[in-house]
C-alpha cells in the first residue's frame, strides 16, 4: 500500500478536521507530499506541523461554497509547479432538519459546499490530469449519497449528485489512466453532527450519539488508503448498519427499506 502514496503529490479538502485531518497525518507517514485545503488556515497549519513531513507541505486555503473562484485557485498551484497526483475531495458539511422546516439558503450552500465545490474543484484539475494522462480522483460522500435518510434532505440531494456526477466522468474517462474511487461513510467519529446545519443555518453544535458511536478516524483511513491503493471504484466504511444493511436493503428491497427508514430514528 505505502508504494501507491509514497512520492504522490496528494490534494485533500477538508483537510482541517476529522476523516480530512486523519488522512493527512496517514498519507504523510506514508511518505505523500500534500497539499491542505479548507476555509480554516490556522486548522490548517495545526495539522501541517503534526504531520510526518510539514516542510513538504503546502496549504491553501479555500471555501467550496465560493465554487466560482476554485478554477483561478487551481491554475494558480499547477502553474506554480505542481503535480498533482491525487485529489480527495473529502470537505463537506452536513444537515439536521425536516424540510418543512429548512430556509432555502440551507439547501443552496449544502448544493454549493457539497456538490458544485466539489465538481468545480474537479474540473478545474481534470484538464491537468488528461494532458499528463494519469490521476485518482477519489470523492468522500456517504450512506446518505446511496439512500435516502430523513433531516438530510439537501444532504442526501448533494451526496447522490455526486455519485451521478462520477460514475458519469468514470466512463467518459475509460480510455485514460485517470481513476475514481467513490468513498460512501457510514457513521465515523468526527465532528460531523456538531457542524451540521439546522433549519435556520446555524450548526447544530451537539454530537449525535451515532456519531460518538462511530468508526474511529484511524479505522477508516486504514480501510479507505487500502482501498484507493486498489483503485476499487467504490467502497462503503463504517458498521454494518450504517452502510451495508442500508444500501442493500435500497437496492434488493426498496419498499421494506421505505417502511424501515420512515419509522426510523436517524440522527
Ligand atoms: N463523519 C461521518 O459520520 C460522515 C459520514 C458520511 C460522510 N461523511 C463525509 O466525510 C467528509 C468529511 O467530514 P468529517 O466527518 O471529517 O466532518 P468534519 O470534521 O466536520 O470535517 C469537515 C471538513 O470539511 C471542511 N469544510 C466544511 N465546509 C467547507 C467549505 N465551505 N469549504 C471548504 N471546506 C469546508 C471543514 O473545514 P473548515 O471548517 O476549515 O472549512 C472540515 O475540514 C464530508 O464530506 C462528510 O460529508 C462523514
Not at 451515532?210 to 484507493?228: S, V, Y
Request: aromatic share 6%; hydrophobic share 40%.
Amino acid at each position: 500500500m505505502q508504494s501507491y502514496y509514497n512520492n504522490k503529490t496528494i490534494w485533500i479538502t477538508g483537510a482541517s478536521s476529522g476523516i480530512g485531518k486523519a488522512l493527512s497525518l496517514k498519507l504523510s507517514k506514508l511518505g505523500a507530499r500534500l497539499i491542505l485545503s479548507s476555509r480554516k488556515k490556522y486548522a490548517l497549519e495545526e495539522v501541517k506541523k503534526a504531520c510526518h513531513n510539514p516542510s513538504q507541505i503546502v496549504i491553501v486555503p479555500l471555501d467550496l461554497a465560493n465554487y466560482k473562484e476554485l478554477k483561478t485557485i487551481t491554475d494558480a498551484l499547477v502553474q506554480s509547479g505542481e503535480k498533482i497526483d491525487i485529489l480527495i475531495n473529502n470537505g463537506g458539511i452536513s444537515q439536521r432538519s425536516l424540510v418543512k422546516d429548512t430556509v432555502l439558503e440551507v439547501d443552496e450552500k449544502l448544493i454549493q459546499v457539497n456538490y458544485l465545490g466539489t465538481v468545480a474543484l474537479t474540473k478545474a484539475l481534470l484538464p491537468h490530469m488528461i494532458q499528463r494522462n494519469e490521476g485518482h480522483i477519489i470523492t468522500v460522500t456517504s450512506t446518505a449519497g446511496k439512500v435516502g435518510v430523513p433531516v438530510r434532505s439537501s444532504y442526501c440531494g448533494a451526496k447522490h449528485a455526486l455519485h451521478g456526477f462520477f460514475e458519469s466522468l468514470r466512463a467518459e474517462l475509460h480510455k485514460t489512466n485517470i481513476d475514481i474511487t467513490m468513498i460512501c461513510p457510514g457513521f465515523i467519529k468526527t465532528d460531523i453532527s456538531k457542524n451540521a446545519l439546522t433549519s435556520d443555518g446555524s450548526a447544530q453544535n451537539t454530537m449525535d450519539d451515532a456519531q460518538a458511536n462511530g468508526m474511529t478516524t484511524e479505522d477508516f483511513c486504514t480501510i479507505a488508503l487500502k482501498a484507493i491503493a486498489k483503485k476499487k471504484p467504490e467502497v462503503l466504511i463504517g458498521s454494518f448498519k450504517s452502510t451495508k444493511m442500508p444500501v442493500w436493503v435500497w437496492r434488493f428491497l426498496p419498499n421494506v427499506f421505505r417502511k424501515i427508514i420512515a419509522k426510523s430514528k436517524v440522527t
